[in-house]
């Protein structure tokens, strides 16, 4: 019980960011077209923020439902990356069967505090995901119902909480210079598939695919990480 405990108040600040950032999703659901039901429960069933953003924007827009399926398995594909190297820290006692249930509520801002423990419990792990999953529903739901009550001219408006729902989710990363070159060769992309002729046709999902998927590839040839080895021996280098 004590593990759980220290799960929900670890939880909890993440809860918070994500009830403020999740009511702009609502918004913009809404005012795609969706009832405001609708988008409680993509929250309900999705927790993650720009795939839900990509889902909606397809679905607004009329897309297919591969252009749909192909956008969530490349913006989502991370979190199995993160679900692998969370595994390691694992107690022996979290079977596969917790493993499925609570992988649901795998997020960035989870996985960043799981990792920070040496090992990581059932309880621990199922109490970090109940503030975050709670405030972004509820989030959603209050960007939702303000959807369907404010006039048009106000939801305009506050239709621009949606980028800086998009800020809160890039900015701060982009302190990295690699994460930063990476997000404009990828905005340059997307550029040509929304302005060059018969390219300009391709689906918004395809275009968002294969615009991250590009700008990822041009900078693991430019940018290369160091192998850890060779990390390591760069840092003993320095250090001796």
């Known amino acids: 019980m004590n593990n759980f405990t220290s799960g929900v108040k670890a939880g909890i600040p993440i809860g918070l960011g994500y009830l403020s950032v999740s009511v702009g999703f609502g918004i913009f659901a809404v005012a795609g077209g969706l009832y405001w039901w609708q988008a409680v429960v993509i929250s309900m069933l999705c927790v993650t923020s720009a795939g839900q953003l990509a889902g ?3 679905m607004s827009a009329g897309g297919s439902y591969i252009s749909t399926l192909i956008s969530q398995l490349t913006i989502n594909i991370r979190y199995s990356f993160m679900s692998i190297s969370l595994s390691q820290k694992l107690d022996k006692r979290f079977t596969v069967p917790r493993k ?3 992988g649901f509520f ?7 505090v799981a990792s920070t423990r040496d090992n990581v419990t059932t309880a621990f792990f199922a109490g970090l995901s109940v503030m975050p999953y709670i405030g972004w529903t509820l989030g959603t739901l209050a960007g939702a119902l303000l959807g369907n009550i404010l ?3 106000v939801m305009s408006a506050m239709g621009l909480a949606i980028y800086g729902m998009f800020v809160a989710i890039v900015v701060p ?5 690699n994460v930063f070159m990476t997000a404009v060769i990828a ?3 997307s550029c040509i598939f929304y302005y060059v002729p018969v390219l300009n046709e391709v689906s918004i999902g395809i275009a968002i695919s294969i615009s991250a998927v590009v700008a990822a590839i041009i900078m693991a040839f430019a940018r290369p990480l160091p192998d850890i080895a060779d990390a390591e021996a760069v840092e003993n280098m320095n250090n001796g």
């Open 151 to 153: 006039n048009a001219a």
């Open 56 to 58: 909606v924007r397809i």
């Open 187 to 189: 905005m340059a992309i």
């Open 173 to 177: 990363e982009m302190k990295n210079r």
């Open 100 to 102: 499925a249930v609570l």
């Open 106 to 112: 795998m997020t960035d801002e989870i996985f960043a």
